[in-house]
Structure formats: C-alpha cells, structure tokens
C-alpha cells in the first residue's frame, strides 16, 4: 500500500515536530495533526510562525515550508480519522495519579479513547501507529478494541517509538540513529510494516530502519530511556563522592568516557534529570517488573530514580547549608527552568523540585528563563500541591531581564544550561548582589576560574 494520507492524534512535542519533518520530508504526503486543544492547534496556525506553541531550535522554518502544502493542523479529529490511510496516535501517557498503579503505571485513558474514537469513526481499513511511549503489550490493548467493531473494518497495529530528544528534534529526526517499527508477523502485518518503512525511506537510509515484533519495539523504548537515565544517575552517584574525596567529577566524566566501551554522552552530572520520559518511563519498567513478581528487577531500576531524587534535594540542601542554614527571606535567583536548554518544556524540571524544597525553608525565589512563561511556572509549582496557589505567586517571581531577576539577590542557582547564560555581563551581575554573593551551579555551566575572579563564591555539582 503506497500512503498518501497521514493522521496524527497529539500535537505535542512529539507529534507536533515528528509530523512536520515527515510533511517536510513526503511533499507528496498529506499529513493532518489532530489535537482536542483548541488553543494548541490555533498556535500552530498562527500566521506568524514563530508563535508555534512548541519552541526548538529549527522547527518554524520546517513548518513555514511545509504548512498549508501538505501539513496542516485541526480539531476535526473525526474527519481526519476517516481521511487517514495511516493513524498516528501520539497523545500523553502520563503516570497515574489515581487508583492502582498510582504513581507508578502509565495512564492510558487517552490511548483508549483515542482507540474508541477511531473504532468508531473509521469506514475503511487503517494502519494504527503507536507513537506515544507505552508500557509493554498496549498494542493488545488497541487491538481488542479495534478488533470488536463489528464494522467489518480492518485495523493493523504497529509500534514505532519516538527517540527524539527535545531541545533536538529536529536534527534528530532529521537524521535518527534508527527508526524502529513493530509489527504482527503475520503478511498483513508485514504489509503494514512496509508502508511505514516507504514512509521513513524518503530520508533515512535503508540501515538505520529496524523492523520487529510489536513487542520488543514496545519494550526498546522503555530500555531505552531506562538505560541513559541510569547513565545519569550513576553519574550523579560519583558527583556526591568526589565532593567528599577531592576529586573532580568532570575529570572522572572524561577518563571514563575516553573508554570506547563506555563512551562519552550522557555522562554530564548534573542537578538531577527531568523530562516527560525518564521518570515515567523507568516507574512503567518498575511497574511492569512487580507486575511479573520480579522484585529484584523492580528494585534495580527504582534505585535510578531514588539516586534522582536524592541528587536534587542534595542540591537544595546544599543551598541551605551554605548559606548560613536560613534562607528564609532570602532571595535566591534561578537560571533556568526548562528540564534542559533548547527547550519551553517543564516537565519534570528539577527547578520545580528544588523551587518547591527552598520555598518549604521560605525562601524568596526569583526565576529566569528565556523561553518559560511565567504562567507555567506557577502551574508547575501548584500541581505539587505543597501549599496555596496565593503562597506560591508571593514566593516567586518571574522576570524577563536577567539583570533585573539578580538584583539584591544573595544567590544564583543554575538549573537550566542555556547557552545564552555563560555571554552574560557577570561583573554586573556581581555587583549587584548580595555579598558575600554565591553561585550554585546546578549544571556545571560556568567558568569556575572566571566566576571566582570577579568574586563570587563558586560551587558546581561533583567537585
Ligand atoms: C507524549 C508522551 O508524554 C510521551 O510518552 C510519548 O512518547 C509521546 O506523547 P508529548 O508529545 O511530549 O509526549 O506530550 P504532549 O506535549 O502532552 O502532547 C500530547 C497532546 O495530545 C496534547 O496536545 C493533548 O492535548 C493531546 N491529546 C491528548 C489529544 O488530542 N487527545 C487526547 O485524548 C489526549
Ligand atoms: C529522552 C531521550 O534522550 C529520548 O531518546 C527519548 O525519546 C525521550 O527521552 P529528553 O527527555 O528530551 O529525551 O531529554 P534528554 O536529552 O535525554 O535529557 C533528559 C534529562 O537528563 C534532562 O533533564 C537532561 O538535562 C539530563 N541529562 C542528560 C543530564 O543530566 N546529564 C546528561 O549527561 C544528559
């Protein structure tokens, strides 16, 4: 089957960039993303491109050349169902917040409904893709629903994972290191497979698209993610150890990645890691490994996250102590609220566990983040639901000038590792603040050499 006509369920950071290069990509491919945000789609059909609601770096330009010639962006989700060839489902998965499985298993409420919708909607064979991350065995899930229509419609289910990372999309899928697709061994299946695979072959060489069983493409992701998050919690593990033993956690960082067998990425440490996957994808693996009486299994994997956590209160104690032991009203300037650079996203950020750890010891936090709006700040801070929406407007403070968000302060926490943070004039930054003033470098950042000269009192994660 050739595609012509593509159908994305989710206008988010993952469907929202995957369907632009796929538009940009397929000319001939007509490629419609979905969304029930009215607002949402609305950005993305802002006449001004840069007011796309997902920033990364490269994106507008992908979809100012493609939109309105063969990508578009709509609420109609029923009519894009129907239209479709081949149905992309890439709606959030978050963790449970309710009931079984609460704060561990993944929510699938709108992967469900996303399958009743096309059930019932869909008067011609469709090929369902998985794009969404998605504990092992959802595709049954979708099947059976799929399957007990009784409109005599035929669905084929496949799995094709998103290994983009924010902040890099674009590149990214531009140039993946693999695409990977599962499907039903069974011809139909095969069949399914392959259009796919015609799909991702207008741009990536033949090599670098896997092909598997719906099963293991499922379980890939999870490992995936599982695997480089513990690359940064083992990382975050030596950091504590070299503060304690002299030694220098960057050093150890670049002698041990120099191993080919180790290699060097993801080995920077850091205030902890964030994001919408990490996190949630490991507790979906400890999940899954419990639900299977694998307890030892569950306990490996969840230690990655306890090691998380621990970095990032041991990153807000740090502050505390250093600082005489009080910070109550203390105003201690953020650099940075994105989970990392090149990105608007907030999920997970370790800024909002720090933020919510110093608030707790009444501090007065003042936030500076190129691309986060002030808005989001607030509702990340409320969904803890630590204390009162009124404590925590009183407790932060955004500002939109660096400068300005330094003032009087007595410290700078880094949390984000924006470029544009290591060109500011720190002299005046310096002179502005509090003496004796601090900087606690949540990412290794900044030039400790350059930072001690002008006087401040420098501290980074691991050394
Ligand atoms: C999400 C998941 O978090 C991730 O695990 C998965 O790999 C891809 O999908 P992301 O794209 O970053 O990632 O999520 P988000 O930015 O929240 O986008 C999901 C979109 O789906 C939202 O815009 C939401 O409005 C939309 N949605 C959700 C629907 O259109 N219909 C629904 O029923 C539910
Ligand atoms: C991740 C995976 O990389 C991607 O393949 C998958 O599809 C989705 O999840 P993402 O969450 O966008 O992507 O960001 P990533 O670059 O992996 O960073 C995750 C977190 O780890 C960030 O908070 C980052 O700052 C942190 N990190 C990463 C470190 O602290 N040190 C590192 O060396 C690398």
Redesign the pocket.
């Known amino acids: 089957m050739k595609i012509t006509n593509i159908c994305c369920?989710?206008?988010?950071?993952?469907?929202?960039p995957t369907m632009a290069i796929i538009a940009q990509k397929c000319p001939n491919i007509k490629v419609m993303v979905?969304?029930?945000?009215q607002e949402?789609i609305a950005l993305w059909n802002d006449a001004d491109v840069t007011k796309i609601p997902?920033y990364e770096p490269g994106l507008s330009d992908v979809v100012a050349e493609a939109r309105g010639r063969n990508l578009f962006f709509s609420t109609e989700?029923d009519r894009a169902i129907e239209d479709a060839q081949l149905i992309f489902i890439?709606?959030?998965?978050?963790t449970k917040t309710y009931g079984l499985g609460k704060g561990m298993a993944a929510d699938l409420k709108?992967i469900e409904?996303?399958a009743r919708q096309i059930a019932r909607v869909a008067t011609s064979d469709k090929i369902v893709v998985e794009?969404?991350?998605l504990p092992v065995r959802t595709a049954e899930v979708l099947k059976n629903i799929l399957e007990h229509t009784g409109s005599g419609v035929k669905f084929q289910i496949l799995s094709n994972?998103?290994f983009l990372a924010e902040g890099t999309a674009v590149q990214d899928l531009l140039q993946p290191d693999r695409v990977l697709i599962g499907g039903d061994t069974t011809p139909e299946g095969e069949k399914a497979i392959q259009a796919l695979v015609d799909v991702y072959a207008n741009w990536v060489p033949n090599d670098r698209i896997l092909t598997t069983n719906v099963w293991s493409s499922e379980l890939s992701k999870l490992t995936a993610n599982a695997f480089l998050a513990q690359r940064v919690s083992s990382i975050n593990a030596m950091s504590e150890l070299c503060e304690k033993t002299g030694a220098d956690v960057n050093e150890v960082a670049r002698a041990i990645g120099m191993d080919s067998r180790i290699g060097s990425k993801f080995l920077k440490s850091s205030v902890g890691f964030g994001g919408?996957?990490f996190q949630?994808?490991i507790l979906n693996l400890v999940y899954i490994a419990k639900s299977y009486g694998l307890n030892e299994v569950a306990d490996y994997w969840e230690q990655v996250i306890i090691m998380n956590d621990h970095q990032k209160r041991r990153f807000a104690n740090t502050i505390v102590q250093t600082l005489y032991n009080t910070v109550s009203d203390k105003k201690i300037t953020f650099f940075g609220w994105a989970f990392k650079k090149d990105t608007n996203?907030t999920r997970e950020s370790a800024a909002i566990y720090v933020a919510d750890y110093l608030l707790n010891e009444q501090s007065k936090i003042a936030v500076y983040d190129p691309q986060v709006k002030e808005s989001q700040i607030q509702k990340d801070l409320n969904y803890l639901e630590t204390r009162s929406l009124e404590a925590n407007k009183k407790g932060v403070t955004c500002f939109e000038d660096p400068y300005l968000a330094c003032q009087e302060a007595h410290a700078i926490a880094v949390l984000t590792e924006w470029d544009a943070f290591k060109s500011l004039d720190w002299q005046r930054i310096y002179d502005s603040m509090k003496k004796p003033a601090f900087i606690f470098d949540g990412r290794n950042l900044l030039d400790e050499k350059k930072m001690r000269d002008i006087g401040f009192v420098y501290q980074a994660i691991g050394k």
């Open positions: 369920i989710g206008a988010g950071y993952v469907g929202g979905v969304d029930l945000n949402r997902i989700v890439s709606v959030n998965t978050p709108y409904l996303c794009k969404s991350t994972p998103e919408s996957c949630k994808d996203d």
